[in-house]
């Protein structure tokens, strides 16, 4: 082996950069409000993709199933509304603090879930989630079923006045893209690729030496941040944080879009969040039946499109999406 | 003369539910050579890799690496210690290209890899040496191809390239060339042969020829106990062994 020449190497398929749809795709969302596309809905939609891409990172590239993701929402949520409105601080640092505290809450769960393998992980995440739940639901400072309400918006670094509905969304375009080129680049690092190896086949992972159970911690615990900084986001947009962002069909709602838009793909959360909001947003008026729809969604993708919308177009184009 | 032993264990064994899988096993394999666990179907040859390699605790006994007593230690820290294995049913990562599958494990002179803020181009100075290790198993038209799409045969080539991507010390392959054409199994004889000259190997094998060819030391293992040990002609001359391996299999 010592007398093999080290040769130039030179893929054979060079691998297609996904910088062009990147770009494409953050064009289209800027413009989206100058079409008359409502930016409410829009940076609801982001919001939601935010948290479908932190949710997909684990599920899609190290298969870690977790059923209890809103509990990281929801903590950042009432984490950076508390922080704005009543300890007064910027929007910025608000959010900032709730990314931090769903961080920190990753790395608890983290610490317990990891240990254990398979349905037992998404079993154990969804218990600690519905404690979590329950906390909020008692806790004096969340105002349970009535929430934080009215939560100041402010000037975002100082000089964004984001109470002007332009200005609010492209700080929260900003917020949803610099997440989005976060995940993007750990799905693509050094790290990222032994999450890749681990996904793939945990063992053998173990057996070249890599003690698994760290690299799994470090995801969960950066998919919780930025699942946390979406919810932190959302809190500022909508003004207020509620039970809702913490119940577990929350945390159903994140594995349905990221289903529909197809997991372990890049941009599969992003448009499976954008369908689901839409869904919400324009069948309300057909009440419980959002629900059923949703289910023949959810049904339909697990009988026939298996790999979701990005994932079939990506099979389609025979190149990564 | 002083013999010196890589690995060593001290009433090695293993119950599952009150069945004693390994019992009371003493292995002894000397720096420098190519070992070869054999035995019939189902005699904890797997087993026996599962506890050295720390995937399942011993139920009893001790085992020691380079003097070291590592029986109370976790997988991927005795992996650390250049102990290497390789499983039974081949360990590749399926969706992983047979050029990334190597670089997985070249990875891991990096020392941690937690740089998720860093592009995965720092890695191609790994693809040289990832290439040479590809081209040393005969895979260097598989570099770009996806394990899962490769031939059963070149996917154990493909492990064995990356088991050699971390230089351990000490392997220990499982059935290495099981499911191989024949041609294949000389191209992997010859490579086991050339990469054991600075490493030790512990390997289970069932092809005979395949043993006769390489090991330097046999222990045969027939329900869990050490039956017989030594180089192949006296264990072959035994007529115990002859006996287990008549009376459980034709192989
Ligand atoms: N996790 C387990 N739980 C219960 N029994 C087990 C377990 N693993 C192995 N066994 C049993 O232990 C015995 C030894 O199995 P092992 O796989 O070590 O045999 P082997 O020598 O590797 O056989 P083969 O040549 O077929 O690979 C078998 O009877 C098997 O059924
Ligand atoms: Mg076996």
């Known amino acids: ?321 | 003369m002083v013999e010196d032993f890589i690995l060593e264990t001290k009433g090695l064994t293993k119950e599952f539910a009150g069945f004693t899988a390994v019992r009371d096993v003493d292995l002894r394999v000397r720096r420098g050579s190519i070992h070869a666990l054999i035995g019939p179907n189902g005699a904890g040859k797997t087993t026996c890799f599962n506890l050295l390699t720390k995937f399942l605790p011993p139920t009893r006994g001790a085992i020691a690496y380079n003097g070291r007593d590592i029986t109370s230690m976790a997988p991927a820290d005795v992996a650390r210690l250049g102990l290497i294995r390789s499983f039974q049913i081949s360990a590749v990562f399926p969706h992983l290209t047979g050029m990334e599958n190597v670089r997985v494990a070249l990875q891991r002179h990096r020392g941690d890899n937690f740089d998720f803020w860093r592009s995965k181009k720092v890695l191609d100075d790994l693809n040289g040496r990832a290439m040479a290790l590809l081209e040393d198993v005969g895979l260097t038209e598989f570099a770009d191809v996806t394990a899962v799409e490769m031939p059963y045969g070149r996917k154990r080539a493909l492990e064995i390239a990356t088991t050699l991507a971390l230089d351990p010390e000490m392997m220990l392959l499982d059935e290495p060339m099981a499911g191989m054409g024949h041609e294949d199994i000389e191209k992997v004889v010859e490579l086991i042969r050339r990469v054991s000259a600075n490493r030790t190997v512990l390997m289970v094998e069932h092809n005979l020829n395949v043993v006769a060819n390489l090991s330097d030391t046999i222990t045969v293992l027939t329900r869990g106990q050490i039956l017989a040990e030594g180089d192949y002609a006296t264990v072959s001359a035994n007529p115990e062994v002859q006996q287990a391996y008549l009376g459980a299999s034709h192989g």
């Open chain 1, 1 to 321: 082996m010592t007398t093999t020449p080290i040769k130039p190497v030179s893929p054979a398929a060079p691998e297609r950069s996904e910088t062009p749809i990147i770009m494409g795709m953050i064009a289209v969302l800027a413009v989206l409000p100058l079409l008359g596309v409502y930016p409410y809905f829009v940076m609801q939609a982001l919001c939601f993709a935010l948290f479908a891409c932190a949710f997909n990172l684990l599920i899609g590239y190290v298969g870690l199933l977790s059923f209890g993701h809103a509990m990281f929402l929801g903590t950042a949520g009432y984490a950076s509304a508390h922080a704005a409105k009543v300890w007064g601080l910027a929007p910025e640092l608000s959010i900032l603090f709730g990314t931090l505290a769903s961080g920190a809450l990753g790395v608890l769960v983290g610490l317990i879930a990891i240990r254990r393998q398979g349905i037992y992980f998404s079993m154990t995440t969804l218990a600690l989630a519905q404690m979590i739940y329950f906390f909020y639901l008692q806790a004096k400072f969340t105002h349970g079923e009535d929430g934080i309400q009215g939560v100041p918006r402010g000037l975002f670094l100082g000089v964004l006045d984001i109470s002007k509905p332009l200005v609010l969304f492209y700080v929260v375009l900003a917020i949803f893209v610099a997440g989005f080129l976060l995940i993007y680049r750990t799905i693509n690092s050094p790290f990222g690729e032994i999450l890749k190896a681990i996904r793939e086949n945990e063992p053998r992972a173990i057996s070249l030496g890599y003690r698994t159970a760290r690299y799994k911690l470090a995801a969960f615990a950066l998919s919780a941040a930025l699942a946390g900084l979406a919810g932190a986001t959302k809190v500022i947009v909508s003004q207020n944080a509620s039970l809702t962002d913490v119940r577990w069909e929350m945390s159903g709602e994140v594995v349905l879009m990221t289903l529909v838009g197809g997991l372990g793909t890049i941009f599969g959360p992003v448009v499976g969040a954008f369908i689901i909001i839409a869904m919400q947003q324009y069948l309300a008026e057909f009440g419980q039946w959002v629900l059923v729809i949703q289910g023949v969604i959810f049904v339909a993708c697990v009988l026939a499109f298996r790999r979701g919308i990005v994932g079939e177009a990506a099979k389609v184009l025979r190149r990564n999406l």
